[in-house]
């Protein structure tokens, strides 16, 4: 089969790689790509966002099967338009991906369906937003209703942190439009964690749990980013707790949407707090999460396309699915500075060496022509090993990265680690 994979970053790396493993993919294709996709897939310079683009490429080059991984195309109807070109294609139609496209949806569609999460209010009225902080006092969350890459959550520790947040979201639109209609929460406290569960519109398969590690510096000190580090699974998520968040949260989720008529055939990604009241979702997104992804995608032993197109046609309950035991760490190697500026075009060395003791997933390289690995993002490389134990796996991770330099590599040294995932906000 003919199959092409929507994104460019780790985690479209990590279902690369896993897809090449499936014998039915005989031609694997990547839009945009990396340095390290090339590797695996050809890559096609289309942008991810790109609808028009990507659908007249699969339909002029006859791919059998489309894998849409980033949010923003799901959230544009990239599945839509693939299927309206007669294309199968992985990943929620747009009616669905609205589950994070939109705060201010999801949040209700919990509050209708009894879904445990924390309690808000959303606003559209910057006074009656502010008025409302008074009342509530702090520490307090304040969310852009829309996409905001990741930057839109603000949990403030004082009544003025917030409401200075709420006036730039809604009067200087720091984020456009998203931050139009702000969500309000109730801020909790406990371990999160998150679970990546196939649907296909009616049933739900869950992977590992695995943690992400959001913050810049050690001992999560230091801005949000899209994520340094993660790990499968969670020592802090027990068959006890998964089988409350299947019974309160996993099923009840997709039985919802099937019935708002929004079925979600994809993977939905559970953003769990762990709180002293029981697990609570404070999020839902419409993918596979990054840097999740590549620890979790580690420990598959399954065909992920036939996974994808069990999705796809309605027969995931139908599916064996089987992960290996022990666990997976993926260390992210980033470029010094980011979240915030950061230099690009610095040669890699050392990615072979590394390659022997793990898998490097390339989330911004990119190969010039005179064939050197050069930096090109702030997130630059995610290397991922498994082991019997989280601790071998992590000691794996950090062994191989000793080969990988850069110029101004910036790593964290905790992933995994004791402490790295104490309780936020506690
Ligand atoms: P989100 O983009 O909604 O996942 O929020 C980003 C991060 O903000 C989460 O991973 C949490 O660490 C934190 N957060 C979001 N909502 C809450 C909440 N209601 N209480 C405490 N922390 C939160
Ligand atoms: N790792 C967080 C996310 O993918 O949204």
């Given at each position: 089969m003919n199959?092409?994979?929507?994104?460019g970053?780790g985690?479209?790396h990590?279902i690369?790689?896993?897809?090449?493993?499936?014998?039915?993919v005989?031609?694997l294709?990547?839009?945009?790509g990396n340095?390290?996709?090339?590797?695996?897939?050809?890559c096609?310079p289309i942008?991810?966002?790109?609808v028009e683009?990507?659908?007249?490429?699969a339909k002029?080059n006859?791919?059998?099967?489309v894998?849409?991984?980033p949010d923003?195309?799901l959230?544009?109807?990239?599945?839509?338009?693939?299927e309206a070109a007669?294309?199968?294609?992985?990943?929620?139609?747009?009616?669905?991906a609205?589950?994070?496209a939109?705060?201010a949806?999801?949040?209700?569609l919990?509050k209708?369906y009894n879904?445990?999460?924390?309690?808000?209010e959303?606003?559209?009225?910057?006074?009656?937003?502010l008025?409302y902080?008074d009342?509530?006092?702090a520490p307090i969350?304040?969310k852009a209703d829309?996409?905001?890459?990741?930057?839109g959550?603000?949990?403030a520790q004082?009544a003025?942190?917030?409401k200075?947040?709420?006036?730039?979201m809604?009067?200087?639109?720091k984020?456009?439009?998203?931050?139009?209609?702000?969500?309000?929460?109730?801020c909790?406290?406990?371990?999160e964690?998150?679970?990546?569960?196939?649907c296909?519109g009616?049933?739900l398969?869950t992977?590992p749990?695995?943690?992400?590690?959001?913050r810049?510096?050690d001992?999560n000190?230091?801005?949000?980013?899209?994520?340094?580090?993660?790990?499968?699974?969670s020592?802090?998520y027990t068959p006890?707790?998964a089988a409350?968040c299947?019974?309160?949260?996993f099923?009840?989720?997709?039985?919802?949407?099937?019935a708002e008529g929004r079925?979600?055939?994809?993977?939905?990604y559970f953003?769990?707090m762990?709180t002293?009241?029981?697990p609570?979702?404070?999020e839902?997104?419409?993918r596979f999460?990054d840097p999740e992804t590549q620890?979790?995608?580690s420990?598959?032993?399954s065909?992920?396309l036939e996974?994808?197109q069990a999705c796809v046609?309605g027969?995931?309950?139908q599916?064996d699915?089987?992960?290996a035991d022990?666990?997976?760490?993926?260390?992210?190697?980033a470029?010094?500075?980011y979240?915030?500026?950061?230099?690009?075009?610095?040669?890699?060395t050392?990615?072979?060496?590394a390659?022997e003791?793990a898998v490097?997933f390339?989330?911004g390289t990119k190969?010039q022509?005179?064939g050197?690995?050069?930096?090109?993002?702030?997130?630059v490389?995610?290397v991922t090993?498994?082991g019997?134990t989280l601790?071998?796996?992590?000691?794996?991770?950090?062994?191989a990265?000793k080969?990988?330099q850069?110029e101004h590599?910036?790593?964290?040294?905790?992933?995994?680690r004791?402490?790295?995932?104490?309780c936020r906000?506690?």
């Amino acid at each position: 089969m003919n199959v092409l994979v929507v994104g460019g970053g780790g985690r479209e790396h990590a279902i690369c790689w896993k897809l090449r493993q499936s014998p039915n993919v005989t031609q694997l294709y990547c839009a945009p790509g990396n340095g390290g996709i090339a590797g695996l897939a050809q890559c096609v310079p289309i942008k991810a966002t790109d609808v028009e683009g990507i659908v007249r490429w699969a339909k002029e080059n006859a791919m059998d099967f489309v894998m849409v991984a980033p949010d923003d195309p799901l959230a544009l109807g990239m599945v839509d338009a693939l299927e309206a070109a007669g294309i199968p294609a992985f990943g929620p139609r747009k009616n669905a991906a609205i589950i994070e496209a939109s705060k201010a949806f999801s949040k209700e569609l919990m509050k209708k369906y009894n879904i445990p999460t924390a309690k808000y209010e959303t606003f559209t009225d910057l006074e009656k937003a502010l008025a409302y902080l008074d009342a509530q006092g702090a520490p307090i969350v304040v969310k852009a209703d829309g996409l905001a890459l990741g930057k839109g959550v603000v949990v403030a520790q004082t009544a003025e942190e917030a409401k200075n947040a709420v006036r730039e979201m809604m009067e200087d639109k720091k984020f456009g439009e998203s931050g139009s209609t702000v969500v309000i929460e109730e801020c909790m406290t406990g371990p999160e964690v998150t679970v990546l569960a196939f649907c296909d519109g009616e049933h739900l398969a869950t992977m590992p749990s695995s943690q992400d590690h959001k913050r810049a510096f050690d001992g999560n000190q230091g801005p949000n980013t899209g994520g340094m580090g993660a790990f499968a699974p969670s020592p802090n998520y027990t068959p006890e707790i998964a089988a409350e968040c299947m019974e309160k949260i996993f099923l009840p989720t997709v039985a919802a949407l099937k019935a708002e008529g929004r079925p979600f055939r994809g993977v939905i990604y559970f953003g769990l707090m762990l709180t002293p009241q029981g697990p609570r979702v404070v999020e839902y997104n419409a993918r596979f999460g990054d840097p999740e992804t590549q620890a979790v995608l580690s420990l598959l032993d399954s065909d992920l396309l036939e996974i994808f197109q069990a999705c796809v046609q309605g027969t995931l309950d139908q599916v064996d699915i089987e992960w290996a035991d022990g666990a997976a760490c993926c260390l992210v190697l980033a470029s010094g500075g980011y979240p915030a500026s950061y230099q690009s075009g610095y040669p890699i060395t050392g990615l072979e060496q590394a390659g022997e003791k793990a898998v490097v997933f390339h989330a911004g390289t990119k190969r010039q022509e005179d064939g050197r690995m050069v930096t090109a993002g702030g997130r630059v490389l995610g290397v991922t090993a498994v082991g019997d134990t989280l601790e071998q796996a992590v000691a794996a991770s950090y062994e191989a990265a000793k080969s990988i330099q850069f110029e101004h590599m910036h790593y964290r040294t905790d992933i995994g680690r004791d402490g790295a995932c104490a309780c936020r906000n506690a």
